[in-house]
């Protein structure tokens, strides 16, 4: 797997669970300040998060990839991940088509270049298992996402969608590209 800047990529496995956990809520808790209410945010877990990333993990081998910094004092520690697979989009999507679904940066890390990496990745994981499209969604209002997916190649196709959070529906936005 590839290196850049001291962040090195492999598979996650089962007991990388509490550590993509923390990356997750960390991301989230940066990531979606000011674009969800503080009380979601706030009600994130990292235990909860955890216990549903063994499952994934344990269900499904490969099917996310970590970053993790080449640094002996910190044991390697993770900060990043992204996770990709067949799209579960029910609207006819074009044969051949793959999603990113999820790609999340510790605060901390974010502008070193491990998001280009991660997504980079993900995208020649899809290629390799016979994916000639992707999709992603991405919170409409999430416009530090959106350019960051856009100066990459996707755009908006057109598609949208609500997310359910916990203060309600939020609308979501689906962006695609070809590989």
């Known amino acids: 797997m590839p ?16 550590a993509i956990a923390e990356v997750h809520v960390a991301s989230w808790r940066w990531a979606y300040d000011g674009l969800l ?6 009600a994130l877990s990292v235990e909860g998060r955890a216990a549903a990333w063994h499952t994934v ?13 080449d640094d002996d004092d910190n044991g390697g520690a993770i900060v990043g991940f992204v996770s990709v697979g067949p799209t579960p989009d029910e609207d006819d999507p074009p044969p051949g088509t793959g999603a990113l679904f999820a790609l999340y940066l510790h605060p901390d890390t974010v ?11 993900g995208e020649a994981q899809l290629r390799d298992e016979g994916f ?21 190649g996707w755009a908006w196709d057109g598609a949208r ?14 962006y695609a590209r070809e590989l």
Do not use: M, Q
């Open 3 to 18: 290196t850049v800047a001291g962040i090195t990529l492999r598979e996650a496995t089962v007991g990388d669970a509490g």
């Open 37 to 42: 209410p503080p009380s979601v945010l706030d």
């Open 57 to 69: 993990l344990a269900d499904a081998p490969g099917a996310v990839t970590v970053a993790v910094v």
């Open 111 to 121: 502008g070193a270049g491990a998001g280009k990496t991660l997504l980079e990745h």
């Open 132 to 152: 000639t499209r992707a999709t992603l969604w991405v919170l409409e209002t999430n416009e530090r996402a959106r350019r960051f997916y856009e100066r990459r």
């Open 161 to 174: 969608g609500e997310h359910r959070f916990d203060c309600g529906n939020r609308p979501i936005v689906r």
